[in-house]
């Protein structure tokens, strides 16, 4: 076989492979279409109690970390800056409208080891557990910059009913 001909089937195999990464991806998009995100200011008088920079992984369904939606603001990994109030939780991923999850619809906090491609140190990612405006349960994914992941979940467990309180696990 010439250099050309090799050169010519790695080109058709990269282009037929990205061509199937677009579609897939299109088909996700697509089935999480209905899939929506709170999108909101934190609301007037509520007092922030902390913020913190972090890196934002991934949403996935709940329970089930290699599974990543793709809802609007949320598909894709960032920056992140984590704003705890006593309303809930604000989230402002570079380039995005900014989130707000009241107190009521976060689920559960934990700290966690793996989401999606990401594998850190034993619970050195935070799980955010919360409910979707349509009720759907999904589990987002942290990793604090400039502190300890054990350090923002309980940041965020502090303003959950005792009965919202998370689990390390």
Known sequence: MTREGALAIIVAVTVVLLGVLVWAWRRRS?????LNAPVGEIPAGAATRSAWPALYVATTRHGDPLERLAIDGLGFRSRCDVTVTDAGV???????????LAADRIQDVAQA??????VVERHGLVRL???????TVV???????DASARA???AVAAI??????GTRA
């Open 160 to 165: 959950l009913p005792p009965t919202q309180t």
């Open 152 to 154: 923002l979940a309980d």
């Open 90 to 100: 604000a989230l402002d991923l570079t380039g995005q409208a900014r989130l707000f």
């Open 129 to 135: 557990s919360w409910r979707l405006e349509d009720g």
């Open 113 to 118: 080891t793996v989401a999606i491609d990401r």
């Open 30 to 34: 697509r089935r999480d279409a209905r």
């Open 139 to 145: 589990d987002s994914y942290f990793r604090p910059q």
